[in-house]
C-alpha cells in the first residue's frame, strides 16, 4: 500500500524539543520530495516546510514561524522523513501532517497525507 | 508571502445543489494552484491541481478553474459525501500556503 505513518507526537513542556517521524512505503522514496504541514486545533492548514529529494540537492525552506526552530530531515535507506522541533513554543500545539509532494511539469502539489499526529505544547 | 483568501468561509447546500467556492490570490500565481477536502478528523485528500487537473479517482462533479488570481472549485451535484472543508493552496512560490478553507454544511 502507498501510505505515509506519521509518529513522536506527545506533550511537551514549552522550550521543549521533539522529533517527529514519517515512515514512507509503496513508492520511489529516495526520488520523493516530502513536506510538512501542521493544522492548530480548529484553525486551517499551515504548510510548514518541505525537503527536495537528494537527487535534486536535498534542500530545505522553511515557513517564517518555525525558521530557525524547525529542521527537516531524511533518511533514505530508511524510507523517512523527520521534522525535528526546538524551542517550542504553545503556539505550535496542532496536528502535523507530512506528505509526499508530486509533480506534473512545474506543478507540485500534495498528493499524499499521512493521517498526522497530535503535538501539544503546554505546561 | 502570497496571501490565499476563499469565499465563502461557509455555505449550507442541499444533495444536489451546485455548489461553487472561489480562492483568490494577492499575486497573479498563474495555474499553481491546488484544492484539497479535508472531513473532520481526517488528514486532507487532493482534488484539483495546476487548477484544473482532476486528481486520479476524484469524482467527475468537482472541477476547477481560473488562472491570474481568480480560481473557483465547483461541485456540479453535490453528494451527502462531499460535506467538508476545501482548502486552496498556491504552489507558484515559497513558502506555500493555503486559503482559509471553505467549510460545506447541510442545509
Known amino acids: 500500500d502507498v501510505q505515509l505513518v506519521e509518529s513522536g507526537g506527545g506533550l511537551v513542556e514549552p522550550g521543549g524539543s521533539l522529533r517527529l517521524s514519517c515512515a514512507a512505503s509503496g513508492f520511489t522514496f529516495i526520488h520523493a520530495w516530502m513536506s510538512w504541514v501542521r493544522q492548530a486545533p480548529g484553525k486551517g492548514l499551515e504548510w510548514i516546510g518541505r525537503?527536495?529529494?537528494?537527487?535534486?540537492?536535498?534542500?530545505?525552506e522553511y515557513a517564517a514561524p518555525v525558521k530557525g526552530r524547525f529542521t527537516i530531515s531524511r533518511d533514505d535507506s530508511q524510507n523517512m522523513v523527520f521534522l525535528q522541533m526546538n524551542s517550542l513554543k504553545t503556539e505550535d500545539t496542532a496536528v502535523y501532517y507530512c506528505?509526499?509532494?508530486?509533480?506534473?511539469?512545474?506543478?507540485?502539489?500534495?498528493?499524499?497525507w499521512g493521517k498526522g499526529t497530535t503535538v501539544t505544547v503546554s505546561s | 508571502d502570497i496571501q490565499m483568501t476563499q469565499s465563502p468561509s461557509s455555505l449550507s447546500a442541499s444533495v444536489g445543489d451546485r455548489v461553487t467556492i472561489t480562492c483568490r490570490a494577492s499575486q497573479r500565481i498563474n495555474s499553481y494552484l491546488n484544492w484539497y477536502q479535508q472531513k473532520p478528523g481526517k488528514a486532507p485528500n487532493l482534488l484539483i491541481y495546476a487548477a484544473s487537473s482532476l486528481m486520479s479517482g476524484v469524482p467527475s462533479r468537482f472541477s476547477g478553474s481560473g488562472s491570474g488570481t481568480d480560481f473557483t472549485l465547483t461541485i456540479s451535484s453535490l453528494q451527502p459525501e462531499d460535506f467538508a472543508t476545501y482548502y486552496c493552496q498556491q504552489s507558484y512560490d515559497i513558502p506555500r500556503t493555503f486559503g482559509q478553507g471553505t467549510k460545506v454544511e447541510i442545509k
Open positions: 506528505s509526499w509532494i508530486g509533480r506534473v511539469e512545474n506543478y507540485y502539489y500534495m498528493v499524499l
Open positions: 525537503i527536495k529529494s537528494k537527487g535534486a540537492g536535498g534542500t530545505t
